[in-house]
């Protein structure tokens, strides 16, 4: 099961979704391993969401994703006659369709997959107070969809809010995974960046009257910061203490599913991810340090080029004109031995 939820905001169209495939057989399914995506963009216009029945929506996708429009769209899902319910979004038209059951019906907004899992969201949408936990801190950088008001800033950021409460609900078991922003953004669909972090390891007994720096933590003590990059030729997130990340590649099907990535630090992201796309995916935690690091393991492999990559990522780096003179002596003469 799954949910994915939707509204039309004035001029936008929003939708939200986990990537929890719940199969028959495996009860214990893992949301970010064995899961996939649930919103694919078929061209500027249109994009669609699925529910339900992972294999059916699988052997439809590559004719779907060749609709020129939601008329072409619907007719496709409705003559198929498939077991999965749809979202599908017309920037054009500025509506929603929803096929539930194989029954067609246009709303503002909605949902498709797992009722419970929705009513829960609804009260959390409906009643939601931004209350910080004791002994947690909660950092969240969205990126909002272009242009935007006040109005629809607010029910983006509330949307995803109430979404991420559902998907930490460890009672609702067929919500969960990572959340996947699909959004109007400046005319067009595109998958929408943001960083989520969760710390648990506060000190109150530390904080002062004066800003203190708080650090992203560690997977020791539980902390979690997972960085969304939806901008880019796959869809992919990277988890930060983990030292893994996930890019969603496309099947014989079309099918986005994950496949998963050894990354120690973020610049091992960066530059395991260009191997796969061409551009690596690069991090806000980028930084001269893991650069470092890397290049100067790179260059006893001789692995000049890959070398060369990774001081480039922080070559023009502010943080090489500060105190740190040996670090940067060192990263600078890193960077020429691999030219």
């Not at 995974?177 to 943001?194: E, Q, R």
Request: net charge negative.
């Amino acid at each position: 099961m799954t949910l994915i939820v939707a509204r039309k905001v004035g001029e936008h169209i929003f939708m939200m979704g986990d990537t929890q495939l719940t199969l028959k057989y495996e009860e214990r399914n893992n949301p970010f391993f064995n899961g996939c995506l649930k919103q694919y963009i078929v061209n500027q216009n249109n994009a669609v969401a699925f529910a339900n029945n992972k294999s059916d929506f699988e052997e439809d996708l590559s004719q779907i994703l060749k609709c020129d429009n939601s008329k072409d769209i619907v007719n496709t899902v409705l003559h198929a006659n498939k077991q999965y319910d749809l979202i599908i979004a017309d920037l054009k038209e500025r509506e929603l369709i929803f096929i539930k059951d194989g029954v067609l019906e246009k709303q503002d907004s909605g949902f498709i997959g797992d009722p419970t899992a929705y009513n829960i969201y609804q009260k959390k949408y409906h009643e939601f107070e931004n209350t910080p936990e004791l002994g947690k801190v909660t950092l969240t950088s969205l990126l909002l969809p272009e242009p935007i008001s006040k109005y629809a800033q607010n029910i983006y950021a509330l949307m995803y809010c109430s979404l991420r409460e559902v998907c930490l609900n460890n009672t609702i078991q067929s919500v969960g995974g990572i959340i996947v922003p699909l959004c109007s953004h400046n005319k067009n669909f595109t998958y929408m960046d943001y960083m989520d972090s969760v710390l648990n390891s506060l000190d109150l007994q530390s904080i002062q009257s004066k800003p203190q720096l708080i650090t992203y933590g560690s997977s020791s003590d539980g902390s979690c910061t997972v960085e969304f990059f939806g901008n880019a030729k796959s869809p992919g997130y990277y988890f930060l203490q983990g030292g893994f990340g996930i890019l969603y590649l496309k099947n014989n099907f079309d099918l986005l599913e994950p496949k998963i990535i050894s990354a120690p630090t973020p610049a091992h992201w960066a530059l395991e991810t260009t191997s796969l796309l061409g551009e690596g995916l690069k991090s806000g935690f980028l930084n001269v340090d893991n650069c470092g690091e890397l290049g100067e393991t790179l260059l006893k492999l001789e692995e000049y080029n890959k070398a060369i990559y990774c001081y480039e990522l922080k070559v023009d780096s502010p943080e090489l004109l500060g105190d740190r003179t040996k670090v940067c002596d060192r990263y600078i003469a890193g960077y020429a031995t691999a030219l």
